[in-house]
């Protein structure tokens, strides 16, 4: 799978202006290394998740993000790690817009860990962490046993699948742990507020269908997000639904190959290609594939491309790109809902790298 493979987690998913996230509810007040915590913490606190239970004695210092985007939950909360993990983008710059204030800078100051060949358990130890945060991370039960001799871990609940774990409940388990529940509660409050202005805006979208695919390109790689996954559960959360086809082939999977000749899954009130930065030859693939072309969605024009930051911000999928994402969006589902035959809607905010200053307005 080159396509979903590449940003599904290898797969395995900017602020000027009152558009922007600096401006959003969901990153205010500015989050720093030394933002206080909303209420006294109350240590020693127990998580449970699926692969044991961590128990942090002591509000953290030294926290370690080992999940491929678990940075931005520690970051609003307050905290800045000591280290992230690599994802995609500049090999030195894990840090992207929509975190670059609570970052408190443009990211090149935090340690990157590069895991191509597994996680690097010496390195991780030499930095001596007091928290490893790996809820959207591909821990086992035998890097976690390794990992929580280093220091107390967190890993992905137990109710949901790998890189399942809705937004809210991982910034609500990362929150426990750093002893900072209250400002997480804040924080899901103000995203929420967002996506329930959008959905009360738009009653017409509640109960259309919608499916979230990616395509590789030259290799025919075809995929799509099941409703389990962040990327879906995004448009759930604006009134759509994945259909139920999706999630029954899908299984406990959180995305499916899809095969040519059941590409006509795809083809519902509203197609969603996500991705595109990573298919061969880009947007004019896509439209120019003799088979997606004739999908009732692509010759009515109900599409929407991510790509540029958005489709970054809309793969990570935390606190801080939602937001971002979601003063973007609504306008690029809007002109596609409303179109009567014609080009997709397009989502393009391109930046050279993940702190580079992406333009709004």
């Known amino acids: 799978m080159a396509a979903v493979a590449a940003l ?46 961590a128990v942090v004695e002591r509000e953290p210092t030294r926290v370690l993000s080992l999940g491929y985007q678990d940075q931005d939950s520690i970051l609003a909360l307050g905290v800045k790690p000591i280290a992230v993990r690599y994802w995609f983008g500049p090999d030195d710059d894990q840090i992207w817009p929509w975190a670059e204030e609570a970052a408190g800078s443009d990211g090149k100051d935090v340690e990157i860990l590069t895991m191509t060949d597994g996680i690097q358990f010496e390195k991780i130890a030499a930095l001596d ?14 890097s976690y046993d390794r990992l929580s001799q280093i220091a107390p871990t967190i890993g992905r609940p137990k109710d949901h699948i790998d890189y399942g774990t809705p937004w809210d409940v991982q910034l609500e388990i990362t929150a426990k742990a750093l002893g900072r529940s209250d400002r ?24 259309k269908e919608v499916a979230v695919a990616s395509f590789g390109g030259a290799d025919d790689s075809l995929a799509t997000f099941a409703g389990s996954d962040p990327r879906s559960r995004f448009f759930q959360k604006l009134g759509f639904v994945t259909p139920k086809e999706i999630d029954d082939a ?22 969603v290609w996500d991705q595109v930065s990573y298919t061969e030859g880009g947007r004019s693939t896509i439209d120019n594939d003799p ?6 969605a692509m010759k009515e024009g109900r599409v929407v491309y991510t790509e540029g930051d958005i489709e970054f911000a809309y793969a990570f999928n935390t606190v801080l790109s939602l937001p971002y994402v979601l003063d973007r969006i609504e306008a690029l589902i809007e ?19 993940p702190s580079a200053s992406t333009s709004s307005s």
Not at 25 to 35: H, I, K, L, Q, Y
């Open 250 to 271: 899908a299984g406990d999977a959180f995305y499916l190959k899809v095969a040519k000749e059941n590409a006509r899954m795809l083809d519902r009130d509203l197609l």
């Open 129 to 142: 962490p007091d928290l490893i945060v790996g809820v959207y991370s591909d821990l086992d039960q035998t």
């Open 184 to 207: 997480a509660r804040e924080l899901i409050d103000a995203v929420e507020a967002k996506f329930s202005e959008i959905r009360d805006r738009h009653p017409e979208w509640a109960g």
């Open 291 to 296: 088979l997606f072309s004739q999908f009732d």
């Open 8 to 53: 599904a987690l290898g797969l395995t998913a900017c602020a000027d202006d009152d558009d922007d996230l600096a401006s959003s509810s969901a990153s205010e007040p500015a989050a720093t290394a030394t933002t206080s915590a909303t209420s006294a913490p109350a240590f020693p606190v127990s998580i449970e998740h699926a692969w044991g239970t």
């Open 335 to 353: 002109a596609a809902l409303d179109r009567d035959g014609g080009e997709g809607a397009t989502g393009s905010e391109e930046s050279a790298s």
